[in-house]
């Protein structure tokens, strides 16, 4: 079976002076497959997110999305995108903004009114007429996930999809993963609480600095007895020049010797 997305040889620099902030990064994803794209800030995640996503296009290398290019309308059709800092019209409803993509998709006023419903009953915004403009950070992450699985994505993108939830909406987020898995959606999971990706990972890639450091099946990377924390912070480590991760000079300084009052 083909892969739902094959990433090959991918690089990325923004300005033909700068360095690649993807460098020579390659792997692919299987249907009904969660995947973790882990890595610090600057890592070069997101531009391989975007390059996914058809949203920006790769300096060199290839990306192919269901056997087709990112930018083919069949392919991004297929395609959920959850984005870490949703942003929607401020001035519409949930049910509007949903009823709105659901327009984008193409989809029949009928099958829209009931995805629409059952997308806001998911997400627990069902009856929630405030406008967007007063939604908290947890309830515009909430309806950006409502959003990316109205079209039933053959592929979900998830860019730090429960880093405003509360414990009740990042079990949900679980529970909704391992039923689009079920199904044989692909997952592609973006995010720095590595304890969730641990929980619902098959495979995960470890980045820094636009290289991939280790890739692999999460029980394979994760020894017993340890977390992907640990394994993920000891990997950076070694790659990174070594630097004292204490308080910054001209703060230790004023720090009191012992003894002293």
Not at 3 to 18: H, I, M, Q, T
Not at 58 to 75: E, F, K, W
Not at 139 to 150: T, W, Y
Request: net charge neutral; hydrophobic share 40%.
């Amino acid at each position: 079976m083909a892969p739902v997305v094959a990433v090959e040889d991918l690089r990325k620099r923004y300005r033909a002076r700068d360095p690649y902030v993807v460098d020579s990064v390659s792997f692919s994803l299987e249907p009904g497959e969660a995947f973790g794209l882990l890595g610090p800030n600057g890592a070069g995640k997101s531009s391989i997110v975007k390059i996914i996503a058809g949203l920006t296009r790769p300096s060199s290398g290839r990306v192919t999305l269901l056997g087709g290019s990112p930018q083919d309308p069949a392919a991004r059709a297929a395609l959920g995108f959850a984005a870490e800092e949703p942003d929607f019209p401020k001035y519409l409803c949930a049910d509007e903004v949903l009823d709105y993509f659901g327009r984008l998709l193409g989809l029949p006023a009928s099958e829209r009114r009931r995805r629409v419903s059952e997308a806001l009953e998911w997400s627990t915004l069902a009856g929630e007429r405030r406008q967007v403009r007063h939604f908290s950070k947890g309830m515009k992450q909430r309806l950006g996930l409502a959003q990316a699985i109205l079209g039933r994505p053959k592929l979900l993108i998830l860019d730090e999809p429960t880093a405003d939830l509360d414990p009740l909406g990042r079990r949900d987020v679980r529970d909704l993963i391992s039923g689009l898995k079920a199904q044989g959606t692909t997952v592609l999971l973006n995010s720095h609480l590595l304890s969730e990706v641990e929980r619902v990972c098959d495979r995960v890639s470890i980045m820094a600095r636009g290289k991939i450091l280790k890739e692999g099946p999460v029980q394979e990377l994760v020894p017993e007895g340890r977390t992907l924390e640990e394994v993920f912070v000891q990997l950076f480590d070694a790659s990174a020049q070594a630097r004292d991760a204490g308080l910054p000079a001209f703060i230790a300084e004023n720090q009191p010797r012992p003894g002293s009052i």
